[in-house]
């Protein structure tokens, strides 16, 4: 786990957890920007400087960008959350970079989600085959419905994504929760939840944010239209497990 050093576009402190090798970088972290402040808009692209990282290059890796919309509309109250993905990339050993994403200014505060694995830029090492585990999300009485699951458990991280497919009437707008079985319980982190129209943000996605903690996957509301035909909410991250 180190802190980040200094930023250009006005984040303050940003704490990362890691793991690193020679051949790629696993890190995890969450902060907010303030699209106004002068140091964002004075920016051309967001750089973060941290101490020696172990890659001195990267290729482009995405990162997840949630800001929150709410409307009233006759005391009834519209989610609008969005987000989009953006690039990010190790610079070099001292800096990580993400891109500078227009569109999101239309909000003033942003979070943004670093769930990613960086992979060496030009690298001439062997890949490594790494196996799939089974995992499942199971709960008392089942609601929740999944598809194309796949998880990677590595000593040090874990890969896990798969889709929310389907879910039982009466639980529609209601928190949700499920044990994800085989998933490693040593890492904890608020998760993006993309999936479903934005009716008020048309160009993104409609984002919520999840948890997964102890292995239960948490998520208390979704965004207005996600249950539309063809946008179901999914997960999709890289953790780094406790003890790195």
């Known amino acids: 786990m180190f802190n980040s050093i200094s930023n250009n576009f006005g984040a303050g402190t940003i704490q990362f957890k890691d793991y690193q090798t ?9 902060f907010t920007y303030n699209t106004t402040s002068p140091e964002y808009q004075a920016a051309d692209v967001l750089e973060i400087k941290v101490p020696d990282l172990m890659l001195s290059r990267s290729a482009d890796t995405g990162v997840f960008t949630r800001f929150i919309d709410r409307r009233e509309y006759y005391s009834y ?4 959350d969005g987000g989009t993905v953006i690039r990010s990339w190790i610079k070099d050993k001292n800096t990580i ?7 999101l200014e239309r909000a003033e505060e942003i979070t943004v ?7 060496g830029k030009h690298k001439s090492s062997n890949a490594e085959m790494l196996r799939k585990t089974y ?32 879910v039982s009437y009466a639980y ?27 009716q008020g943000n048309p160009d993104m996605d409609g984002m919520q944010e999840a948890r997964i903690e102890n292995g239960v996957f948490t998520c208390q509301e979704r965004v207005s239209g996600w249950g539309s035909t063809g946008y179901d909410p999914f997960i999709f ?3 780094v497990r406790d003890g790195e």
């Open 237 to 239: 991250l890289f953790a």
């Open 113 to 119: 989600y670093i769930q990613a694995m960086y992979v």
């Open 172 to 198: 529609r707008d209601l928190p949700w929760e499920a044990t994800i079985e085989n998933l490693p319980t040593d890492f904890a982190l608020d998760i993006p939840f993309p999936g479903g129209y934005n």
């Open 77 to 80: 109250t519209m989610n609008y």
């Open 135 to 166: 995992v499942n999300f199971t709960q008392p009485t089942k609601y929740l419905y999944t598809s194309d699951v796949v998880c990677v458990i590595d000593e040090h991280w874990v890969f896990l994504t798969g889709l929310i497919t389907g």
């Open 22 to 30: 020679e051949n790629y970088v696993v890190l995890n972290a969450k």
């Open 97 to 103: 970079c993400l891109e500078k994403f227009a569109p």
